[in-house]
């Protein structure tokens, strides 16, 4: 079982930047992946962006070039910079951790971002 710890949400304007944090109870796994999803109201949870550990980063195209992905100096913390924010942004974030091998997720209990002037 990993446990997920996510921080950083809030209320940003237009613009404006927020950085999300998420660190996991050891990850055993021999291939997985870590990083974030995001849900808005009535849609879908959809993909932002997550790292492999043994392989690139991969990013959602609505938020290439803005957001990025990376690792704290323990492999089991991730943060995410999100920069130029858009009222679009604004979801739930939920951190992720995915074990490739047995096709098994791990969720965070979702940190509210909200992209309001």
């Known amino acids: 079982q990993v446990h997920l710890v996510e921080s950083g949400g809030g209320l940003v304007q237009p613009g404006g930047s927020l950085t999300l944090s998420c660190t996991a109870s050891?990850?055993?796994?021999?291939?997985?992946?870590m990083g974030w999803y995001r849900q808005a109201p009535g849609k879908d949870r959809e993909l932002v962006a997550v790292?492999?550990?043994?392989?690139?980063?991969n990013y959602a195209d609505s938020i290439k070039g803005r957001f990025t992905l990376s690792r704290g100096n323990a492999e089991n913390t991730v943060y995410l910079q999100m920069n130029s924010l858009k009222p679009e942004d604004s979801a739930v974030y939920y951190c992720?951790?995915?074990?490739?091998?047995?096709?098994?997720?791990?969720w965070g209990q979702g940190t509210q971002v909200i992209v309001s002037s």
């Open positions: 050891a990850i055993t796994f021999t291939l997985y992946s």
């Open positions: 790292i492999f550990n043994r392989g690139p980063t």
């Open positions: 992720n951790v995915r074990n490739i091998v047995a096709r098994t997720d791990y």
